[in-house]
Each structure stands twice: as C-alpha cells, then as structure tokens.
C-alpha cells in the first residue's frame, strides 16, 4: 500500500513494485509509439496513430482492472490499454507492419485496431464511437448471466458528439452496467478544439444526463488516474453501475501521420504542450515516494529497448498475408453455434 | 405438424430457442411486457424475465450495438427492430460493425446475431411503415438477409439464423403476419439459409420472387396456366443473401424465360443483381429478356388509398408481365 | 398583463382575451383530436394518433413564439402547435382523411405529420427523433442572417434516446442558436416506461451535458408552461442560446389507434390518469383569476363544434388523390435554385 | 481554361459558389481551420467566415440534419462527410429525410443540399477509409448521385448539385484527387447531372464505367485495342442517379456488348442495375453476356499491400475481360 503525495495526495493500494510496473508499462508504450511513428517516417509503414500523452490515463485505468477477467474495447489511441490487458510487443509490431501473423487483425486493419479475443480485448472499426455501445453490450451479457466483471471503453473527446456514446451511457445506467467509459481528452479532434465539439467545460458534465458518476481527472498523472478509476471498478463490480472518467491529456504528435498539426495549433500551444507529458509528471510522483530508482529505470529502458527491438525484427521477418486469403473470413467457413 | 400463422410459426421459433438455450435473448422496443407492436414476443418476457427479454430505449443504433456486445460476451442475441423503416439509424452499427468483425479480426471474433423486422406493406403503412429496403443491406459482405413467407420455412429460418455464426437480418412481412398460413412441423426443424425454395414447378417460364410478392406470383402463374396452358416455374428465395444462384440458373435454363418479381423499388433493388446473373451466366439460354416488375421508384406507398394501390403491383400486373414475356 | 394564480402563482404577460384565445386553441384542438380518434373508430380512417393530453404544454409554449415570424418543427403529436402556426381545421381533416388536397402531405402521409411551407411549420416524417436536428439547422440559418427567428421542435420523452436529440442540443448550445426543444413527457414511449427510458428522474437534466438551461413544468398548465416559454424565447431572440422543456403531461389516449394501452397500463394507472388533464387543470386556472365565464366557454364550444363538423364534411366532400400522381414530386420537375 | 488537378477543380467549384451566393454555405469535420482532410475546402473559412465554413462536431447525422433544417430556411449548404466510409451514422438523415422531404409534403417542401465525400481506395486506407458504398443510395428514390472523375466534370457536377433543388450525394474519388488531372473551364461551367460522357468512342464493345475504374477501363481498352485492333466504346457515367440509361442502350444496341466495371463490391452494386435495364432493353441486340468486373465480395481493401493489390481490380484485369467478352 501507498499514499503517494504529490499535488494533489492520492491514496493507492499500489505497493511500489506495482507501482514500478505500471511506470514500465507507459514507457514500453511510449518506446513502441515512438518506434511505430518511425517505421512510418522511414516509409516501411504507409500509417501511425499515435497514444503519445495518453500513456497515464490508461495506465492508471489499465491498473485498476483485472486483465484476467475484465474486458476491454479500445479506440485507436488505447496501445497502453492493449498491452495491460495482453498484446505483446510483437503483437503490436506484426500488426504495424500488417504481417499476415498480426494478431489483431492479420494485417487487415489500419495500425492501432488492437484486438484480441484470448484477451478480451474486443476488435474496433476505424468509426467514431461505436464501440462504446459494444462495451454496453459486453457488460449486459456478464450481468445477465450474474457475472461481475467490469468492462473498460476508452475514446477521444470528439467521440462524445456520436449518438452511439449518448445511447450506450443511458443504456448502462438505466440496467447499473459495469462499465467504465473512459474519455481521453486531448483537446482536439483531428483540427477541432474543445469548444466546437462541446458546450460544456468537461466532458464529465456529460455524466449528469446519465445519473452516472462522472470525474475529471489529470490524465498525465497515472497514479492520480488509477485512484480515480480503483473506485470506478470497485463500485462496477459491486453492481453499481458504470462511471463516466474524462482524463485530461495531450496528443503529443499531429492526429496521425497523415496529418500536419502546425495548420492548426499555434507554435506555442505546441512547445507548451511538449513541456510536460505523462512519462514526466507520473515519473515525478513515483520518485517523490521513493518507488523509482535512477538505476531501475535505467535498466527497465534498457529491457524495453531489446524488446522493442525484437519485436520490431521480428515482424520485419514475418510474412505478408498470403492474397489467396483474401475472401477468408467474411463469412464462417462451417456451422453453427448450436 | 400444426397449420400455424406466419407470426404464430416465428413466435414459435423464438420460444423454442429461449426454452432450449439460454444465451439467447430477444432486446427491442416494446418487446417486453407489450409483446412487440406486432405481438411477435408475446408472453416471453413474463416466462424469461427482463434480462432476456430486453425492453430497449428507443434507440436503435443502441440495440443492435449492445447486441454485437451481448453476442461477443457468449449470447445470442435476437434483436427486434419494430420496422424496416426505423433501421436506418442502425445502419453504422450494422454495416460497419456486423458485418466487419469477423473480417476485420481475421476470424478471431464473430457476430452471431439476429435483427428480426417487419417489412412491406399494403397494411395502410404510409411512407414509413410500408418500405422494403432489403438491397441496401443485400449489397454489404459479411450479412446475410432472409425474407420467408412459409411459416415453416420463417421458423426453420429463424432457428439456423439464431445460431448462424454471422449476422442475419431476418425480414418478416406484416401484412403475411396474419394472413398466411400453412403447415409448421414441431420442433428442431431448420431451414438452411441460402437455399431457394421451388414454391412451383414447370418449365417454360421462371418467376423469381420472395414475401408476399411470391403469394402474387404464385396466384398469377395459377391464372395464366388455367387460361393458356403452359408451365411456370416459380422459385421462392427465401433467402436474398447468400442468394441462391445456382437454383435461379438451373430453373431459368430450363425455361430460358426469367421474371423478377418483388416490393422493392425496381432501381438498384436485388432484382437488378438477380437479372445481372442471369444475363451474365444463363445467356446462351435465354429465350426473352430477363424482365423485372417491381414498385415503381417513389420512396414509398403513400397513405392515401388511391395512391397506395397505385403503387402495389399485384397478381394481375404479374401476368400481364408472364404473358408479354410467354409471347416473346 | 395578468398574474395568474394556482398551484404555483405565475407572472404571465397576457390578457385575459389571450389566455381565453389560449384555452380556445387548446378546446379546438381536443375537439379535432376527438373527432379523428371517431372518424377512425368508425372505420373511416384507417389511423389516428392522438394529442389528447398535451395541449397544455402546446398551447403554453405555442403562445410564447410568434407565427408570423417563428418556426415550427413537430412531431405527430403537436396539432395543438400546428393549430398555433396556423394550420386550420380543415387543414387538419383534409389530412386525416388523406384527400387530394391535404396541404400537410397530399394525402401521402398518416395522420399526425403537420407541415405547412406558409407558416414555417416543417414537415416530419415518422422515424423519432430526426426532426430535432432540423430545428437546429433552421435556427443555425437564421443566426447567420442575423436574424432573431426562434424555433420550437416538439418531440417525445422516448426521443430522448436517439442520438440524434444529444447531437442537435450540442450544436444548437455551442453556436447558441434559438432553439426551443419541448420535451412532451408523457410517461410513456408506446409501452415502455419512463424508468426503463432513460436513467435521470427528469430530462430536464438532459440540458446539464449541454450547457443550457434545463427547465421542467407541469404541462398540463398552459399558463405555467407559457411563462416557462416566454423565459425561454426572449432568451433565445436575444441570442442567448437554447433551452430544453420538460412538459409533463398525460397521453390519455393509446399510443395510436393501432396499441391496447390496457396490456400495459393497469386499470388504476389508466384512471388515475382521466382523473384530470390539461383541459381542467387551464380551465380552473383560468376561472381562478375570472378570466373564463360560463357563457364564453358555452359559445366557444359551440363555435369549435361548427368548425370542427365543417371542417370533416369539407374533407368527407373532397376528392380522394388522382392514383397518376403517385410519382409526382420525387423529384423537383424542373431546374435549379440558382 | 486552365489545367487542374481533381481536387482544385472542386476546390474551385465550391470557392466559386460562397463568392458569388451568400446561401452556400460548408458544414463538416477538420472543414474549416484545417481546410478538410484532404485540403479540399482550404483556406475557405477565411474567406466566408465561421458561420458559413463550419467546423461541426464529430456527428454525421447532425451535419446531414443540420443541412436539412438550413436549407429548409433558405441556405444552400453543402455538407461533407469525412469519408464515404463514415457516412452509415447519416444514413436515417439521408434516406428518411432528405430523399423523402419533397415527396412527403407533396412538393411544398425542397431539400437543396449536397454531401460532398470522398470515395474509393488504392491508398492503403484499409477497411474504413476505402470503401465504395454508393450503391446504398442509388437505391433510394429521391437522392440524387453523381461521381465524377474527370475534373471539368467535377466542377462542373459540383455547381449543377449546390443548385439542384434535391439532395445530390457527390463523391469524390480520394485517390484521383491529386492524380487525375485536365481541363478546366473558369466561370459558370456546369454539366447536367443524369447525363453520362462517351469519354472514347467505339463500334464494337461497350465498357460502361465511372471513377477511377473508368482510368482503368480507357487504359485497357487502349492497350486491347493496339494489340488486337478494333473499337472500344467507354461510357464514364458519371452520374449513377439518375442513370443514363439512353446513353447506355445507344451504346450497347450499337456495339452488341457490355462490359461493366466498377470498384463497388459485384454483388448489388450498381453494376447489376445497368446489367438488368440493359438484359431486358437491349436484349435483341446483344451479341454477348453482359459482363461484369466489380470488386470481390470482401468487406472493403485490407491494409496490408498484398492483400489491397489481391483486392484491386486494374487495366490487365480489364482487359482480360475485354478479350473474353470480344471473342465470345
Ligand atoms: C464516424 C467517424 N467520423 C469521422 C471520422 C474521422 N476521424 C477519425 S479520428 C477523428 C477525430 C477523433 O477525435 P477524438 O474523439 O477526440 O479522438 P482523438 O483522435 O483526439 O484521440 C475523426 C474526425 C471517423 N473515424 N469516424
Ligand atoms: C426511429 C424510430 N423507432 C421506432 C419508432 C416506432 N415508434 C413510434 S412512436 C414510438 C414511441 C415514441 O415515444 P415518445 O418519444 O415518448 O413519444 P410519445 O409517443 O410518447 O408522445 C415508437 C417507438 C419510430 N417511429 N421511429
Ligand atoms: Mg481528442
Ligand atoms: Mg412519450
């Protein structure tokens, strides 16, 4: 257990060691990022969709859950959340280079559609929001069935504006669903600021048409984001009901790689922006408590350096789908689920 | 075997199924303590409870979403839309959704769900009660669409659809909700989806068709073979995705004479992708033009009966169509 | 100008004659209402939706916009609106009756979907919902004349579910367009309950996710709903944005002429709610304050009696349409708006 | 006249119509600051202004519905989807609203907005950004639909469709944006929609295209012809609603063959329409099968590159059906 001060004091029921690990896990995200966002540079991959400055909302949510049992629908930002609940470096290299052994998709799908149903992590479109009434969906089945799981969607702040989140949030509170919609707000959708996509200052007001908790909370912080999302399960998994968590971060690249974000963010809304991210604020914090150590992070950057590389190889050694696979799966080859 | 009604033998199906499985659950507006505009899920919630027997807000996009959810947790969902009319906000969910996820995960996921409608009408449905937009969701890979008209073939339909891996829109004609009728057998009985029926056999002209389009056809090629002889074949799709192509070009190069015949509005309706085939593929057979008579390209029947019956295309049309393309 | 007592005492600036001409629209509205609801009962019409029930929050709201200048967008059950805006009675059978020269849709249309180009009474077509958005686009055309138009949209508690309502009340409070969106709760969506509708008690709460005011009223009470409205409509002409109402009312008729509300309501629930409406609650408000005598109430029902029996036999007379014109207006026969 | 690029020649329409008509106006995502995705609507909100280049929320059915109510109170917006592949959340807005306004009203009412999208694949934009689903609204009575690949035709279409007193879905091909390129006259250029382009002419096979397909087709029948001689007919339809069914039967009854080819899936595209007007219009003059060359029926292009390339169907392909059909 800790309390981890900072600004503000949380408490947590995170030892140091889990602590460490979910610090580990925000920096193999962001060396992965990093990694993907040059393979596309270097022209081996015609796509990167970025998480960078996401990587503590969804660490700290990613924590709170039990990646053994609970279920996860991500957007194409959530690399963090994929990884916590399962996919492997490889996985997500095998799926930027779309080798025909990509996990997520068999190199079908854009870069950042994670997806894995050994590990409940449920396949997303490129459509805005859609998801997030699969995620109601998944949690109805698990309480019909008198099952406590808790099911986890993340989207950006646009996704809000889609009657598909309205819908979805009604529908999961009406039957107490548990299920946490989780709302990554950098600010921007694509060129679209905050304040023409929304009337109100936080997307949590969204909440109050719900009945539903809703909690804004520093996205670059992990730790403040994991207390803030402890609770949110805990009251899921006492059936309860969902919670509405609006994480306030910052896309740290331009919306994607086809995109060219000085057309619309001023020089210095950028350099402000680059001030500070997640990996920054949460590695504060963790050294405040004495749970980092220059030495650990050292050899943990080192350790994720290797498996990055590896991963990165790995895939550039894998083949390419097969085209004879082409008409594979758009429908099932056999049966019936009797 | 009973002779049941039409909604008789899909309430049928949909009891057996909740009896037998408990993953399957039904979710749509008033589907619960009404019964469902039509009565369709009468009775079921009373004997499954509101956790499988759903009565959804009033958002459509919402059921057919958390039955993709639903379904990916372990049920089968049978989702109720209460018109073919109100689907459309449904569309996202069910084009981009549906219909991809198998596609999408490279066969890791699947979307075994049903979305039961009412289509059609001639019931005094007006311009959003009465519409038969079918080809819109024929078009998309990865769904599959039935249109019965049997009773037995809806409830042996509705049971291999319930537990077809992939997504199937089970389209259900209101105004052959309580008016036909016909023989059911009891229990287990399924009908394969993607096989055509031979509602009537012969061999010098084929009638393509489906709904109560079909029942039309059927009355039509009595008519014309009890005034000038002959033989009119007439096949029943039952199912209009996967369409059973191989049925429709065995029949019509026998005959060498294709009729097309449905509600749909004629411009981009399956019609057009059944002609496409035939033309296509039955070529050297054929001994007319591959015509279709289908409703004519206005969005929909109007209220107003004069313009309703304008707009319907019966039993009578359709021979004066077999007898154009007879005389061919 | 008159202070109107009751249950609670409002401030309205109206005259006695405009809270008479206020409770007559709401009389000749019912009196239509009835009569449809007959013509179908004798086999007449093959469809009847009823607004018996919500006149109040119509008339209320009706008599705060201007219809020489305001927009209407209803939904099936707003003939008492549509009344307002400038529909006649026999506008209203020639409708019901689905005659050649019914001016709403030609006869193309059930009875229930009011429009008028004359009167900027928009027409609606069945699917819930769609409409909302189209009172958001009238006002957004509007703001960007410069003009101070106000639009009122009527739609149901069960449209609050769409996605449709949630994205038109963003857009129409993040550009403060002149919107009044009237929610005519009636408890119902067909058969399905208020509490399996949606999970907040009011849907004025509704207005919380959008930064607008959120306002609910007894709308069996013209003159409450009518000073809740006035507030709302000098707001929006001064270009101050949106507000949602909450008009609670009583559907005191099944869902339409198709549904057996007994299947679904119990036999108390179905008395209780004939035990008052709209007509009594403005009646004796109205009284209260010496507004209405015996004598004008007598004359006026016998006035709405002739033109209600006029307006049936004009339609009954009129011509059913001409089956060639089935595939009239798909298309505009000739050119462009240039 | 000067040379442009497709995307100008859009660009250009639309600058050409916020400047001379204060009623058009542009409604969309990413549309205003960002001058749209693909840059078509640059450097327009400067010029208009942010009430008249709106940078909507990210609601499709809000950007349609809003279009509906402006246009209702006298503007003449044009609205833009993202993708073509985004446009289902539209969909009730589309077929529900703006198809039905004018009819359901008996004419009192208009719905003069158009849906610019752009379309198509061959740019690695996998399963949700390459999509050609046009074919869902060909359907609908009431819509309009046009997708013009040469950029004259473009500009041209574009200020017909802001003018035209109906909704007009215009799609734009996203590959041909920045490659295809020709021609353009400077002011008040218009071509009327519903009218197709012999964009070569030919005397004894018809190939009946449109979008970068058509690219495809002229290349091929190029290459067919300088191996094997003889003349091949290409039609770029340009408009698919309404279709210019005259056009085509001209063609076809004089050269005896069609060949269609689009990047639509095959099954239900519009592809099986042309087939069907000309099976049962043309059929005495047919010397072959009407012929079909669609895209398979996959969900829409993988992103993987061999996989999209498995997808494609280029000029060899078409020629391999030129052959085939020639030789019949
Ligand atoms: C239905 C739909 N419309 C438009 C798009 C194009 N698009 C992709 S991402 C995006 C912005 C999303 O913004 P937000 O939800 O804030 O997420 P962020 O990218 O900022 O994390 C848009 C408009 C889409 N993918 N789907
Ligand atoms: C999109 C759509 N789905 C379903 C329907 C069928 N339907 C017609 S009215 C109605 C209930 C509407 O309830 P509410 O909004 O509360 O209005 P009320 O009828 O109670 O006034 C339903 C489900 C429809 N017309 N449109
Ligand atoms: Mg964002
Ligand atoms: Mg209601």
Known sequence: MATVSGRPDVDVDLTHEQLREMYE????????????????????????????????????????????????VPYYRDLTLALRF????????????????????????????????????????????????????????????????????????????????????????????GVIFLCENNGYAISVPQKKQMAVERVADYAKGYDMPGVTVDGLDAVEVYAVA??????????????????????????????????????????????????????????????????????????????????????EQSPLPDPGTLADHVYAKDGSRM | MATKLLIEAIRDGLAEAMDQDERVMIIGEDVGRRGGVFRVTEGLMDTYGEMRVVDSPLAESLIVGVAIGAAANGMLPVAEIQFLDFIPPAMDQLMSEAAKLRYRSNGDWDCPIVIRTPYGGGIHGALYHSQSIEAVFTHIPGLKVVAPIDPADAKGLLTSAIYDPDP??????????????????????????????????????????????????????????????????????????????????????????????????????????????????????????????????????????PLEQAFVRDKNDIRAAIEKLAAF
């Open chain 1, 230 to 315: 402890k609770e949110a399960v805990d009251r899921a998994r006492r059936g309860e009901g969902p919670t509405l968590i609006e994480a306030i971060v910052r896309r740290l690249t331009p919306h994607s790689s086809d995109d060219d974000d000085r057309t619309y963010r001023s020089a210095e809304e950028l350099e402000d922006m680059h001030s500070s991210g997640p990996l920054r604020v949460t590695r504060n914090r963790l050294m405040e408590i004495g749970a980092l150590s220059d030495d650990w992070e050292q050899e943990t950057k080192e350790r994720i350096k290797t498996l990055v590389n590896d991963a990165t190889e790995h895939a």
């Open chain 2, 168 to 305: 199937v829109i089970f389209l259900e004609h209101k105004k052959g909700y309580r008016s036909i009728r016909g023989e059911v057998p009891d229990n287990g009985h399924t009908v394969p989806i993607g096989k055509a029926r031979i509602a009537r056999e012969g061999s010098d002209l084929t009638i393509i068709s489906y709904g109560m389009y079909l029942q039309e056809s059927l009355a039509a090629a009595d008519a014309y073979v009890e005034e000038h002889g002959g033989s009119i074949e007439v096949i029943d799709l039952r199912s209009l995705k996967p369409l059973d192509s191989d049925a429709i070009l065995e029949s019509v190069m026998k005959t060498g004479k294709a009729l097309i015949v449905h509600e749909a509005n004629m411009f981009g309706g399956i019609g057009g992708e059944i002609a496409a085939i035939i033309a296509e593929h039955a070529f050297a057979y054929l001994d007319g033009p591959v015509t279709r008579l289908a409703s004519p390209d206005v969005p929909a029947m109007p209220f107003s009966p």
């Open chain 1, 25 to 72: 896990l925000m920096l193999l995200a962001r060396a992965l990022d990093e990694r993907m966002w040059l393979l596309n540079r270097a022209g081996q991959a015609p796509f990167a969709v970025s998480g960078q400055g996401h990587e503590g909302a969804q660490a700290g949510a990613g924590f709170a859950l039990d990646p053994s049992k609970d279920w996860l």
């Open chain 1, 86 to 177: 399962g996919t492997s470096p490889r996985d997500v290299m095998l799926h930027m280079l779309a080798r025909a052994a990509d996990p997520n998709s068999g190199g079908r799908q854009m870069p950042g559609h994670y997806s894995s149903k050994a590990h409940r992590i449920l396949s997303g479109s490129s459509p805005i929001a859609t998801q997030i009434p699969h995620a109601t969906g998944i949690a109805f089945a698990a309480k019909a069935r008198g099952e406590d799981t808790v099911v986890i969607t993340g989207f950006g702040d646009g996704a809000t504006s889609e009657g598909d989140f309205h819908e979805a949030m009604n529908f999961a509170s009406i039957y107490k669903l």
